[in-house]
């Protein structure tokens, strides 16, 4: 992850529906699903002093679960290597994970600067999933692409990798960390690594 409000670099409430169709529509819709969480990030950026950042990781945490599969991307930036962790390590090691990646959010868009979300569009891929482009417009600052691909559960589209700059994989970019750490210790180190980093961000 990176910080959006001052830095170069970067990673990444709903909106009111007008009637019960209207939300069903809208959660089904990859695009509404990645414009809701942009709206929660700019109302916690715009509180980001008054919250801190143990006040936006408990209020990004329904926004996390409602966006992103967690335990799917888990299991991307883990890579070959999940098929051989035994059921309960594969528990932990996604609750450590969400945890981790939600208190990546909460520590990195730490404040406001007038920074504001737009969609650019959305592409159907050959498998079924989809792109939804976006960019991070920044005051003073280059815009910075963000694409979210989404993909099709039980509970709708959700999120199962972001493209940084438009192109580079943030699950990619973590696995031969993550692999490297499975290697020294197996699933219990890269579980006790995650959290011992998200208790480091909570501290603010």
């Known amino acids: 992850m990176h910080d959006f409000r001052p830095s170069r670099r970067l990673l990444l409430g709903a909106l009111a529906a007008a009637a019960p169709g209207v939300a069903l529509a809208q959660a089904a819709d990859p695009r509404a699903v990645v414009e809701r969480f942009h709206a929660t990030l700019i109302e916690m950026m715009r509180n980001a002093g008054q919250l801190g950042v143990r006040g936006r990781y408990e209020r990004l945490r329904p926004a996390m679960e409602a966006t ?32 981790w990646t939600t208190a990546n959010y909460a520590s990195q868009f730490k404040g406001y600067s007038g920074e504001s979300f737009a969609t650019q569009g ?42 940084l700059t438009g192109t580079i994989s943030e699950l990619a970019s973590r696995r031969s960390e993550f692999t490297a750490l499975l290697r020294d210790g197996g699933a219990e180190r890269l579980v006790s690594d995650l959290q011992r980093r998200t208790a480091t961000m909570l501290q603010g």
């Not at 891929?125 to 815009?143: C, F, I």
């Not at 039980?154 to 199962?160: K, P, Q």
């Open 68 to 99: 992103f599969d967690l335990p799917a991307m888990t299991r991307i930036a883990v890579g070959p290597a999940w098929s051989g962790i035994a059921p309960d390590q594969q528990a932990k090691l996604v609750q450590a994970f969400s945890d």
């Open 122 to 163: 959305e592409q159907t891929l050959q498998n079924g999933d989809r792109l939804v482009r976006t960019v991070l417009n920044r005051v003073s600052d280059a815009p910075v692409q963000l694409n979210y691909l989404m993909r099709q559960g039980s509970a709708g589209y959700r999120v199962v990798d972001v493209y």
